[in-house]
């Protein structure tokens, strides 16, 4: 039984492991046999069977009534429609499932974010709200929260489940208790919110009869005027036992019968449909009605239907008898209602018709108020007080009450603030001084009065006197104060404390009365002086600044020492002399006049400074200050000359040096024969110098205050001397002519046939001559070419640092044209190989960098020296191996080139070449790299087999081909082998998938042995 385990489990373990690295066996096998990959046309298209939604389980809810169902492919709905039964007090909800979405208004079943509607904006407070969510997890449960905090405030919470199309619907039935504003959250737990939604719960407008007919009345006809209580309302009326129907205000009915009607009116709103208003009277056409009627004819109406004066009710009579005045015989007279009160009413009266029919009255109720209100405020008083008394205000009005009781102070009250009768008005006194408080009263009758108190009060301090200020700093030891008044808007100003701080302390003293001048008696030192009021009441006032004084009796000091200059040596300045005078004051009063720094330019050996003096801010003048003598010299000494002066000489020169100064005398000379600028720490001239090359000397002087003179330079010219001449390698036409000097020169030859004495330059009288090689050396050697054969010649050797030298003339003999051999001994001929007369390069490049890429190898090198007429790169798959070539990889002036076509994870080795014409140049050293990407079995673009620019091979172009270029025939083929390890590091998924095999395949070995 464990045997079948493990095999098994091994089993299992391989199908895992090659499931997981098949993609990557197939992409190998399509690398190493180059076929081309299947196009996804190739490929399987997977089919995904449907599945059916899962059905949700219907939400349980306080509603009884049958679950509804929905048939595969038809559209659910709900039926029957749910009874929503309203409970006093409670909330009742209903969960609607299967509803269908489509009869929903406003939903968006393509949005795919959480959202939740309602549907409608508005609800009257007992109607159903039925929301619905689209855009939620399928399958996920959150929490449904409707609340409104308007009164009374309500929060019902319930849970609902997204269905597979991630939508879910809900049924709140509102609890007819009217709020404005509903909140619908939906959150997930208890805290994120997802999505929602407001909606408005409106009130039904309420709905009034203005006018109406008379009960009873003998008119066939009847108009109602009415109003809602919600602007843009519906109406709809109706008359006895008819039904509702759509109205207008006025409504009229024509056509009535004798007998009792009735009329009712509603009104239609955001918030619904309100309830009726109606109206009940009677119509009899045989009536015959006596009219008496009872209206206010006379009386001063004042504020909210109040009278302010007795009311005169008058009486009208008529009949509906013919003629109706005729036929009224006792119509009552004016009734005049005197009594205060919210309610004063006339008395019925009657009248009679000639026919006996009576008539009574109305019934006319008025309010009267007859009767000023009253106002007062306590703690007013004429005289001044030292604290702000309490001010209540008292108002009163027995009849119609009090409508408003205002205050102002100092100004009318009529325009005033308003407060409420017992108000305390303490706090809002103005403040210290003089004031009027005003109060006015009004009852709702629109009687009124007024009262006006006066309130004197000083509760302040006298205000802080200014600064007190004398003369300071001062010498004098008397002293006189002022300052600026202290002020007091109440009482006014009694007399003044003063202070002293500092050497001599005073504490508080009066100075006896009010005058805002004082004087003192202070010896030297420093002080504050202070002041403050006090005023009539005994009220002292807050203290003034300090002010300073500082009384100084000590004369200040003067010292003068130099500041600036340059100094420098032997006590010497090399500038101007800036002399500063340093002031001091002990007294503590400072320096009001110090002397400006004093400058001393002229040039001598013993120039002074001024003695002056200064002035100390108390008016103490100090002593003559010291005197500061000093040594100016700021002239250089004279530029140094030479002897003998700079210039060509054919010998060796004692070359002297010599300077002067005026004033502080020469100091000394430092030179130097190096070129570089001469300064102090340079050789100390001593003595002559000996000039035996050529040289040049710089030099400067130093007088005795350290001043530097100009810089001499002086260039000597040295022939250098030439020795050893010697010609060697003469053959039939050419020879090497090497000789030394004694220092570095240049190199030239001239020769002729013919020997010459020594004539005038640049030839000295000879034929021919070498271009001059420019670099001075002291070993030289030049070679001569297109010489005859067998020809005697004469030259000599010119070389010159400045000036320049000619040699001895010396002579040589080329060869003849027959004694040439070979090295068999027998007479050379002319070779049948190709002849290239073009010369290679100076240098080799540099390959500095090979950087792979995708199936390319970037390389970059140094520029070869000239001549250079174009470049070669070659490359093998070995060190030192290197197979194929490509000329035309640029000219002069190439430094990098991007070999492409390479086979990804091989390793490469490159070198590069310049050549001119048919003269390939030295190799450069060797580099390798490795590309990435696939496999290429072909050399590398523009690469040909062979092409490696030997001596022999013919200049490159656009034509190359391995005939002409090449100097190995062999093909070479690109191996088919990878190199493991880089294969293994670029398929790193792969080498994984191998050693996860390897281990269970160990793993499975080892337990087979134990067991």
């Given at each position: 039984?464990?045997?079948?385990?493990?095999?098994?489990?091994?089993?299992?373990?391989?199908?895992?492991?090659?499931?997981?690295?098949?993609?990557?066996?197939?992409?190998?096998?399509?690398?190493?046999?180059?076929?081309?990959?299947?196009?996804?046309?190739?490929?399987?298209?997977?089919?995904?069977?449907?599945?059916?939604?899962?059905?949700?389980?219907?939400?349980?809810?306080?509603?009884?009534?049958?679950?509804?169902?929905a048939e595969a492919g038809t559209t659910p709905s709900i039926s029957p429609s749910p009874q929503i039964p309203i409970e006093h007090g409670n909330l009742t909800t209903t969960v609607i499932e299967n509803i269908d979405l489509s009869v929903v208004t406003g939903l968006n079943t393509n949005v795919d974010v959480p959202t939740v509607t309602t549907d409608k904006p508005d609800y009257s407070p007992t109607s159903v709200v039925l929301i619905t969510g689209t855009g939620f997890t399928s399958g996920k449960t959150y929490t449904l929260e409707i609340s409104s905090t308007d009164e009374p405030p309500v929060t019902h919470t319930d849970s609902v489940t997204a269905d597979s199309q991630g939508t879910f619907t809900y049924a709140y039935q509102l609890d007819g208790k009217y709020r404005p504003n509903y909140k619908i959250e939906v959150k997930v737990g208890s805290e994120r919110i997802v999505a929602s939604v407001t909606f408005t719960d409106g009130d039904p407008p309420v709905v009034e009869i203005d006018s109406e007919p008379s009960d009873p009345t003998?008119?066939?006809?009847?108009?109602?005027?009415?109003?809602?209580?919600?602007?843009?309302?519906?109406?709809?009326?109706?008359?006895?036992?008819?039904?509702?129907?759509?109205?207008?205000?006025?409504?009229?009915?024509?056509?009535?019968?004798?007998?009792?009607?009735?009329?009712?009116?509603?009104?239609?709103?955001?918030?619904?449909?309100?309830?009726?208003?109606?109206?009940?009277?009677?119509?009899?056409?045989?009536?015959?009605?006596?009219?008496?009627?009872?209206?206010?004819?006379?009386?001063?109406?004042?504020?909210?239907?109040?009278?302010?004066?007795?009311?005169?009710?008058?009486?009208?009579?008529?009949?509906?008898?013919?003629?109706?005045?005729?036929?009224?015989?006792?119509?009552?007279?004016?009734?005049?209602?005197?009594?205060?009160?919210?309610?004063?009413?006339?008395?019925?009266?009657?009248?009679?018709?000639?026919?006996?029919?009576?008539?009574?009255?109305?019934?006319?109720?008025?309010?009267?108020?007859?009767?000023?209100?009253?106002?007062?405020?306590?703690?007013?008083?004429?005289?001044?007080?030292?604290?702000?008394?309490?001010?209540?205000?008292?108002?009163?009005?027995?009849?119609?009450?009090?409508?408003?009781?205002?205050?102002?102070?100092?100004?009318?009250?009529?325009?005033?603030?308003?407060?409420?009768?017992?108000?305390?008005?303490?706090?809002?006194?103005?403040?210290?001084?003089?004031?009027?408080?005003?109060?006015?009263?009004?009852?709702?009758?629109?009687?009124?009065?007024?009262?006006?108190?006066?309130?004197?009060?000083?509760?302040?301090?006298?205000?802080?006197?200014?600064?007190?200020?004398?003369?300071?700093?001062?010498?004098?030891?008397?002293?006189?104060?002022?300052?600026?008044?202290?002020?007091?808007?109440?009482?006014?100003?009694?007399?003044?404390?003063?202070?002293?701080?500092?050497?001599?302390?005073?504490?508080?003293?009066?100075?006896?009365?009010?005058?805002?001048?004082?004087?003192?008696?202070?010896?030297?030192?420093?002080?504050?002086?202070?002041?403050?009021?006090?005023?009539?009441?005994?009220?002292?006032?807050?203290?003034?600044?300090?002010?300073?004084?500082?009384?100084?009796?000590?004369?200040?000091?003067?010292?003068?020492?130099?500041?600036?200059?340059?100094?420098?040596?032997?006590?010497?300045?090399?500038?101007?002399?800036?002399?500063?005078?340093?002031?001091?004051?002990?007294?503590?009063?400072?320096?009001?006049?110090?002397?400006?720094?004093?400058?001393?330019?002229?040039?001598?050996?013993?120039?002074?400074?001024?003695?002056?003096?200064?002035?100390?801010?108390?008016?103490?003048?100090?002593?003559?200050?010291?005197?500061?003598?000093?040594?100016?010299?700021?002239?250089?000494?004279?530029?140094?000359?030479?002897?003998?002066?700079?210039?060509?000489?054919?010998?060796?020169?004692?070359?002297?040096?010599?300077?002067?100064?005026?004033?502080?005398?020469?100091?000394?000379?430092?030179?130097?024969?190096?070129?570089?600028?001469?300064?102090?720490?340079?050789?100390?001239?001593?003595?002559?110098?000996?000039?035996?090359?050529?040289?040049?000397?710089?030099?400067?002087?130093?007088?005795?205050?350290?001043?530097?003179?100009?810089?001499?330079?002086?260039?000597?010219?040295?022939?250098?001397?030439?020795?050893?001449?010697?010609?060697?390698?003469?053959?039939?036409?050419?020879?090497?002519?090497?000789?030394?000097?004694?220092?570095?020169?240049?190199?030239?030859?001239?020769?002729?046939?013919?020997?010459?004495?020594?004539?005038?330059?640049?030839?000295?009288?000879?034929?021919?001559?070498?271009?001059?090689?420019?670099?001075?050396?002291?070993?030289?050697?030049?070679?001569?070419?297109?010489?005859?054969?067998?020809?005697?010649?004469?030259?000599?050797?010119?070389?010159?640092?400045?000036?320049?030298?000619?040699?001895?003339?010396?002579?040589?003999?080329?060869?003849?044209?027959?004694?040439?051999?070979?090295?068999?001994?027998?007479?050379?001929?002319?070779?049948?190989?190709?002849?290239?007369?073009?010369?290679?390069?100076?240098?080799?490049?540099?390959?500095?960098?090979?950087?792979?890429?995708?199936?390319?190898?970037?390389?970059?090198?140094?520029?070869?020296?000239?001549?250079?007429?174009?470049?070669?790169?070659?490359?093998?798959?070995?060190?030192?191996?290197?197979?194929?070539?490509?000329?035309?990889?640029?000219?002069?002036?190439?430094?990098?080139?991007?070999?492409?076509?390479?086979?990804?994870?091989?390793?490469?080795?490159?070198?590069?070449?310049?050549?001119?014409?048919?003269?390939?140049?030295?190799?450069?050293?060797?580099?390798?790299?490795?590309?990435?990407?696939?496999?290429?079995?072909?050399?590398?673009?523009?690469?040909?087999?062979?092409?490696?620019?030997?001596?022999?091979?013919?200049?490159?172009?656009?034509?190359?081909?391995?005939?002409?270029?090449?100097?190995?025939?062999?093909?070479?083929?690109?191996?088919?082998?990878?190199?493991?390890?880089?294969?293994?590091?670029?398929?790193?998924?792969?080498?994984?998938?191998?050693?996860?095999?390897?281990?269970?395949?160990?793993?499975?070995?080892?337990?087979?042995?134990?067991?």
């Open positions: 039984m464990k045997m079948w385990q493990k095999t098994v489990s091994i089993i299992v373990t391989f199908a895992l492991l090659f499931n997981s690295i098949a993609p990557y066996s197939i992409a190998i096998a399509q690398e190493l046999t180059s076929e081309p990959s299947p196009t996804p046309t190739d490929l399987a298209t997977p089919t995904i069977a449907p599945t059916d939604s899962p059905t949700q389980s219907p939400t349980p809810t306080d509603i009884a009534s049958p679950e509804p169902t003998n008119s066939t006809s009847a108009t109602f005027y009415f109003h809602s209580t919600e602007e843009g309302s519906a109406f709809q009326c109706k008359i006895d036992v008819s039904g509702y129907s759509v109205c207008e205000s006025p409504k009229t009915y024509t056509g009535l019968s004798n007998g009792s009607h009735i009329f009712q009116v509603k009104a239609t709103g955001v918030g619904g449909t309100g309830l009726p208003d109606s109206s009940n009277w009677v119509v009899n056409t045989s009536l015959q009605i006596v009219t008496v009627t009872a209206t206010v004819s006379g009386g001063t109406l004042g504020s909210n239907e109040w009278y302010t004066s007795n009311v005169t009710v008058g009486f009208t009579c008529s009949s509906t008898s013919t003629p109706p005045e005729d036929n009224i015989s006792n119509c009552p007279g004016d009734q005049i209602l005197s009594t205060e009160g919210s309610s004063v009413s006339s008395s019925a009266q009657t009248a009679n018709d000639a026919g006996g029919n009576t008539g009574t009255s109305n019934v006319v109720t008025v309010k009267t108020d007859t009767s000023n209100p009253t106002v007062s405020a306590t703690g007013a008083s004429a005289s001044w007080q030292s604290s702000v008394p309490t001010i209540i205000v008292s108002a009163s009005d027995s009849v119609s009450g009090l409508a408003s009781v205002k205050y102002a102070w100092d100004a009318d009250a009529t325009g005033g603030t308003l407060i409420s009768n017992g108000t305390d008005l303490t706090s809002t006194y103005p403040g210290n001084g003089d004031h009027t408080l005003n109060l006015s009263v009004t009852d709702n009758a629109g009687r009124t009065n007024s009262f006006s108190g006066k309130y004197m009060v000083d509760t302040g301090i006298p205000s802080a006197p200014g600064t007190p200020s004398t003369t300071t700093p001062t010498n004098s030891t008397t002293q006189t104060w002022s300052w600026t008044a202290a002020t007091d808007s109440v009482s006014n100003i009694a007399n003044y404390l003063y202070r002293i701080s500092g050497d001599a302390t005073v504490n508080s003293t009066s100075t006896g009365s009010n005058s805002t001048s004082f004087v003192t008696n202070l010896v030297q030192g420093i002080y504050s002086f202070y002041v403050k009021a006090v005023d009539s009441a005994g009220n002292t006032g807050s203290e003034s600044s300090g002010g300073s004084l500082t009384v100084d009796t000590t004369i200040p000091t003067l010292t003068a020492a130099v500041s600036a200059g340059t100094l420098g040596t032997n006590s010497w300045y090399t500038s101007n002399v800036t002399v500063h005078f340093n002031c001091s004051d002990t007294g503590g009063s400072g320096m009001a006049s110090c002397p400006n720094d004093e400058i001393l330019s002229t040039e001598s050996s013993s120039i002074s400074s001024t003695a002056k003096a200064s002035t100390d801010n108390a008016g103490n003048t100090s002593v003559a200050s010291n005197v500061v003598t000093v040594k100016i010299d700021k002239t250089s000494p004279a530029t140094p000359s030479a002897t003998p002066v700079a210039g060509d000489y054919t010998s060796d020169q004692s070359v002297t040096l010599s300077s002067s100064d005026s004033l502080s005398g020469f100091g000394a000379i430092y030179y130097t024969t190096d070129g570089s600028v001469p300064d102090a720490t340079k050789t100390l001239y001593a003595g002559a110098i000996t000039v035996d090359k050529d040289m040049t000397i710089k030099a400067i002087a130093y007088d005795n205050a350290g001043n530097a003179g100009g810089i001499l330079e002086a260039t000597y010219g040295i022939a250098p001397v030439i020795s050893g001449e010697t010609s060697s390698s003469a053959t039939t036409d050419s020879v090497t002519i090497t000789w030394t000097t004694d220092e570095a020169a240049t190199s030239r030859v001239i020769y002729d046939t013919a020997s010459h004495a020594l004539g005038a330059a640049p030839n000295y009288g000879y034929a021919n001559s070498t271009d001059e090689d420019s670099t001075k050396v002291t070993s030289h050697s030049v070679g001569l070419t297109g010489l005859t054969a067998g020809t005697t010649y004469y030259y000599r050797t010119v070389s010159h640092g400045s000036p320049e030298a000619v040699s001895d003339e010396n002579s040589f003999t080329t060869t003849s044209s027959d004694t040439t051999t070979g090295s068999s001994g027998g007479t050379l001929s002319d070779a049948s190989a190709p002849n290239c007369n073009d010369t290679k390069p100076g240098s080799a490049p540099v390959l500095t960098g090979a950087f792979g890429g995708v199936n390319s190898v970037t390389l970059h090198w140094t520029e070869a020296s000239d001549p250079v007429s174009y470049y070669l790169v070659t490359y093998g798959a070995s060190s030192g191996a290197q197979t194929y070539g490509n000329p035309n990889v640029g000219g002069k002036g190439t430094t990098s080139y991007t070999v492409s076509g390479l086979s990804g994870g091989r390793t490469y080795f490159f070198k590069v070449r310049a050549g001119n014409g048919c003269a390939p140049g030295d190799f450069s050293n060797e580099v390798f790299a490795i590309p990435v990407g696939g496999f290429i079995s072909s050399p590398a673009t523009g690469f040909i087999p062979g092409v490696l620019g030997t001596e022999t091979e013919a200049s490159p172009g656009p034509s190359l081909s391995p005939q002409t270029l090449g100097t190995e025939d062999s093909e070479i083929t690109e191996p088919k082998e990878v190199n493991l390890v880089t294969w293994l590091l670029t398929h790193k998924k792969i080498s994984l998938g191998v050693i996860l095999i390897l281990a269970a395949i160990g793993y499975f070995i080892s337990k087979q042995k134990k067991s």
